[in-house]
């Protein structure tokens, strides 16, 4: 299966708020935090500096989303990703994943981390591929109740 990876496009809000949701659902709850972001990615991603990409298949159909969320001078955030359960298996993940590495250098990023789930073993197993490293969380909590892994992108 071909896949594209592209940048936000507002006919894709209402994926992005879908593919995550449905991810949640399945995996943990919808949180608070996760409503107003998938709501509003214009104001609480791109406004900030960050990047909504897609993975768009052959008919044009978003089957898979990942954001960048700046959180500060050159740190970035990788988050809300999720792959349409009918295509997972077929490399999407890893597609959306590349794309989100190059956005994060186009972006002349210093640093990159994620939180994520013990109960995730693939997506983890994914985030280790390229070089995701598991390391203390450098703040006590997070803003995700479900996240119990922090990791950093040490290519």
């Not at 052959?58 to 050159?74: P, R, S, Y």
């Amino acid at each position: 299966m071909a896949v594209r990876i592209v940048d936000f496009d507002p006919r894709w809000r209402a994926d992005f708020a879908r593919l995550n949701i449905d991810w949640l659902e399945r995996w943990f709850v919808v949180e608070p935090i996760d409503r107003v972001v998938l709501s509003d990615p214009e104001t609480h991603i791109l406004a900030g500096g960050g990047r909504v990409l897609f993975a768009i298949d052959d008919d044009g159909t978003a089957i898979g989303t990942v954001a960048l969320k700046c959180e500060g001078e050159g740190l970035y955030e990788l988050t809300k990703m999720a792959v349409d359960p009918a295509h997972q298996g077929r490399g999407v993940g890893r597609a959306l994943m590349a794309g989100a590495l190059a956005a994060f250098r186009d972006l002349q990023g210093e640093a990159l981390f994620l939180e994520s789930s013990r109960k995730l073993g693939p997506a983890l197993a994914l985030y280790e591929s390229v070089g995701f490293r598991h390391r203390p969380a450098p703040r006590p909590g997070s803003h995700y109740v479900r996240a119990d892994v922090y990791m950093v992108w040490e290519p």
